[in-house]
């Protein structure tokens, strides 16, 4: 344990994501060693990134403003979503320069190891979203793991009665992992290869 | 396939060894305590990845060191690999193949095969399912290593879905509406994937039976019809749903040379199975039905042999286990000696192994000196002398056996042609 604002320090660093005890510690004392003007800089662009960006309340994609770049984008296509399980998703999507339609991000997967059950994801907002019947096809872009598996079936299974195509990234995706580990190329051709599951 | 040479640095007992090994039979003498089952424990993780006898890596790792080095070279054919395998608790495992990189140690897998047989192998006949599950999901892998990757997602799904009937049984009202579809949702994972765990370990069992009966046969030398028969939960799940007549015996036909019932069959079952349990299920949290519940039942002359085979009986059994799972995975056997004494309940004209028709998920033909290392430890002081004789005939023509002993007199002569004395970590060969 170290004095007062060191150990805060550590503690708050290491309820990151990834972070461990030995990691927070690391950086802590890189922190500490580091020049007052570098450190300032860190946390002006901590502090800024709260006060600026929020989440698109029409997909749940991060935004600088109540609509996220993908949404505000006139060129792009009403009649095709795809749903995936982060904003970090929707990057690695966008780098393939495959996909011209519109996004909508769940918040996560269903996962009750985790207490994460399908109220807990933005799927009321998905399905308000094809209520006007102009979205032609949903694709279902959530990881090719288990939970993700589990998620994009649930999902089928409510909007395939409601009349619209819905089709899953073809397999072929690193099986087990997350999306945005997936290269471009793979995931480029999952998207191309996707198969609908009903419509 | 046979080792060439196994080097170690800080594993167990050994700061450093260097043995070269030859084809055929070699053994491994020396007293209690000296290092024998070390050495084939390290052989083993070279092809499995994890010990036969401790579940996590640190002891793995001689007391004081960080971690552990096994090396080994590996002739297949007229080819030879070197595999380095550093094992370092807490920490990922890396490896390294040829000359190349570092890398993932699960790029090994499937360079060495082995198949180990040791005094712990008894907990197969006097233990729990699991260890009777392990066997059966680990012939499943080495027959098809990829289905290691359905394993683990089957294994997940029944995770999550046992988390879901907790946070189910623990509102205590009627379920809503959406608990249901998400229930349902889970159900198909678990039915689609246990379908397919279920159908490979039902062909892989079928595979085994005669293997077995005729293994038990010559290391007890008896008729002792050792059979094998697979306990399914979905059985019991649809009989106690007064649906007997469906499945009664169906999930492993009586028939050892009956085709079993194909994934997409199994798949309806387990659904159907899984809505009988419904209420139960919820009422206690668990998944119940699937094969994560399954049992592979050892009988021994119609009896069970947990619970009833005595001491040398139920060590035979383990024993004939090891020696199948090898023939299965295409290690040799004297000539005709397996097929000679098979003795099927049945009276079959033929012996299963060699004019099978029931599908397999695996390719029978494994290649050229694919044949696994056979591994023998303390296996010849439990015997009698006859019955070492016979197993001594048995494994003699393997490309390659492994054998450890305490007493050099216990092992035949056949097989001490290539001696090892073990003292206190060091190897040295015997002149
Ligand atoms: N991590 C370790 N560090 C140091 N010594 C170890 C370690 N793990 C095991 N040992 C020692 O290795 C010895 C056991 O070796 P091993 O199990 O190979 O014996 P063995 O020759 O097979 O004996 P037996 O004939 O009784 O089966 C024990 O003396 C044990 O203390
Ligand atoms: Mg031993
Ligand atoms: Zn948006």
């Known amino acids: ?199 | 396939m046979y080792i060439s040479h196994l080097s170690l640095l800080d594993f167990r007992s050994y700061a450093a060894v260097d043995v070269e090994l030859e084809p055929g039979p070699n053994a491994f003498v020396g007293r209690n305590g000296q290092g024998k089952t070390n050495l084939v424990e390290a052989i083993g993780y070279v092809a499995t990845l994890g010990s036969h006898r401790v579940a996590n890596d640190a002891p793995l790792v001689r007391a004081g060191a960080e971690r552990a080095v096994v090396r080994t070279r590996i002739v297949r054919g007229d080819r030879a690999s070197t595999v380095e395998l550093e094992i370092t608790p807490g920490r990922a495992n890396r490896a390294r193949i040829n000359r190349g990189q570092l890398g993932r140690s699960r790029d090994v897998l499937g360079i060495l095969r082995t198949v180990l047989f040791a005094p712990e192998d008894l907990s197969l006949v006097k233990g729990d399912p699991d260890g009777r599950r392990k066997l059966m999901d680990q012939l499943v892998v080495q027959l098809l290593p990829r289905a290691a990757g359905l394993l683990a997602d089957y294994d997940r799904v029944i995770r999550q879905r046992s988390a879901l009937l907790k946070s189910m049984r623990a509102l205590r009202g009627p379920l809503s509406g959406v608990d249901m579809s998400t229930l349902e949702v889970w159900n198909a994972k678990a039915a689609q994937l246990g379908a397919q765990v279920l159908a490979m370990r039902l062909q892989v069992v079928q595979a085994l039976r005669p293997e077995v009966a005729a293994a038990y046969d010559q290391v007890s030398e008896s008729d002792g019809h050792a059979e094998l028969a697979y306990r399914s939960s979905l059985e019991t799940a649809l009989s106690d749903a007064a649906r007997p007549d469906d499945v009664a015996g169906s999930i492993l036909p009586a028939d050892p040379r009956a085709v079993p019932p194909s994934a997409e069959e199994l798949e309806r079952l387990l659904l159907d199975a899984m809505a009988a349990m419904r209420a139960q299920e919820v009422e206690r949290g668990v998944s119940l039905v699937g094969p994560h519940r399954d049992d592979l039942v050892l009988v021994l002359g119609g009896l069970p042999a947990k619970g009833y085979a005595s001491h040398g009986e139920s060590w035979s059994f383990a024993l004939a286990l090891r020696l199948a799972s090898y023939r299965l995975l295409g290690g040799s056997s004297p000539a005709g000696a397996m097929q000679e004494s098979t003795a099927l309940p049945t009276g079959l004209p033929t012996p299963l192994s060699t004019g099978s028709t029931t599908p397999r998920f695996w390719n029978d033909d494994f290649g050229t000196g694919a044949e696994p290392v056979l591994i023998l430890d303390d296996v010849f002081a439990e015997l009698d002398l006859r019955r070492r004789v016979r197993l001594a005939e048995l494994v003699a023509p393997a490309g390659q056996v492994l054998i450890t002993a305490a007493v050099p007199d216990d092992v035949p002569s056949g097989l001490m042609a290539t001696r090892f004395d073990v003292v206190t970590g060091s190897v040295t060969r015997a002149a």
């Not at chain 1, 996220?68 to 690695?92: N, Q, Y």
């Not at chain 1, 799927?123 to 793991?145: C, M």
């Not at chain 1, 997936?182 to 995931?187: C, F, G, H, N, S």
């Open chain 1, 1 to 199: 344990m170290y004095e007062g604002a060191v150990q805060d320090l550590i503690d708050e660093l290491g309820r990151l994501p990834g972070v461990g005890p030995k990691s927070a510690q690391r950086i802590a004392f890189h922190l500490l060693a580091a020049d007052a003007a570098d450190v300032r800089r860190l946390a002006d662009a901590l502090l800024e990134v709260k006060a600026r960006v929020r989440f698109c309340e029409v997909c749940g994609n991060v935004a600088e403003s109540e609509r996220c770049r993908v949404c505000l984008d006139p060129r792009r296509s009403d009649e095709v979503i795809c749903v995936v399980e982060e904003p970090k998703d929707v990057v690695a999507i966008e780098r393939t320069r495959e996909f011209r339609g519109r996004y909508h991000v769940l918040g996560g997967a269903i996962n009750p190891i985790e207490n994460v059950g399908p109220d807990d994801l933005r799927i009321k907002e998905l399905l308000g979203r094809l209520a006007d019947g102009r979205v032609q096809e949903v694709i279902l872009a959530t990881d090719p793991n288990v939970e993700g598996e589990a998620t994009a079936t649930y999902l089928a299974r409510l909007m395939v009665p409601m009349g619209v195509t819905v089709s899953r990234l073809a397999s072929g995706l690193p099986v087990g992992g997350d999306l945005e580990y997936a290269d471009e190329v793979t995931l480029g051709r999952a998207f191309e290869g996707r198969r609908v599951v009903g419509r």
